[in-house]
């Protein structure tokens, strides 16, 4: 097997993509970053992308990238895990020295995880188990009170603040976590509220693909859960979807969390796979 590296999201995608459109649901995360990328090459920080596949002769096994100075992402999709491992902490390491984790398909993030720390002399600081869900359509299920809108830009401070408890609702430690720009997503029109006489629940619509666009960000405040508010917001916003032209939505949950994931499969969501994502001591 050998290491091949792609200057640009374009080129990464010319090779890969179409490995990646066989199952989007499971691959839509790479393959949406790197459309955001051709667009935007600096969209996620300013330090320039980074990908690469491991491949034998014309046959890709598996591909990675990363937007720094977030993790390093992993999809896998034939050949020997092991030896892909291998491969790819070769090359990552060619670059990053230190990189603060790896997320994606979990029998290739878990070895990685175990053989970079190995190999830097580090420690994993928080796991997530992850499971990846796919939805055609939306089930008839109760609606709470009030409706969804798109969020404006004068709401651009809200949202910050929620994306931030979001995050801390969802990862143990976010020391190292860069902000987000939000911008981009409220001008898009991607950010939406559900609101009930004021905003009480938020959800956005990221990544899209050829055929899907994944919902994340599902944030409500502690004292407004347990109303139906983000069943309702994230049922509105997958509707959203589908009438746009999409003809799924893709939606990642914590394993840890066995309410967010109940209320997904009432509104229609369907398991795809597992995917974990490690974060690493920084030193």
Known sequence: ???????????????????LAKDEARYGLIMGLARVI???????????????????????????????????????????????????ITAVAKTFPVVPGV??????????????????????????????????KVNDVPMSPGRMRAATMADKDLVIKWSHAFHIDTHSDV???????????????????WEDGKPVSMALKTHPTEKGMTVGGVYTPPELRGRGYATSC?????????????QFCTLYTDLSNPTSNSIYKKIGYKEVCDSVEYTFEMT
């Open 103 to 136: 997320m994606g398909d979990k029998e290739l993030a878990d070895i990685f995880a175990k053989k970079w720390c190995e190999k830097c002399g580090t420690g994993i600081s928080y796991i997530q188990a992850q499971r990846i869900y796919r939805l055609v």
């Open 1 to 19: 097997m050998d290491i091949k590296y792609y200057p640009n999201a374009t080129d990464f995608l010319s090779h890969t993509g179409k490995y």
């Open 175 to 193: 020391r190292n976590m860069p902000e987000t720009d939000i911008t981009p997503g409220l001008t898009r029109g991607w950010v939406f509220f």
């Open 234 to 246: 994230v049922a509105e916003l997958s509707r959203n979807v589908l009438q746009s032209g999409y």
């Open 38 to 88: 051709i667009e935007n090459p600096h969209r996620y920080g300013p330090e320039d992308p980074w990908f690469c596949s491991v491949q034998d002769k014309d046959i890709i096994h598996a591909v990675a990238m990363r937007t720094p100075p977030y993790k390093v992402i992993l999809t896998h999709f034939s050949g020997d895990v092991e030896e892909i491992v291998e491969k790819f």
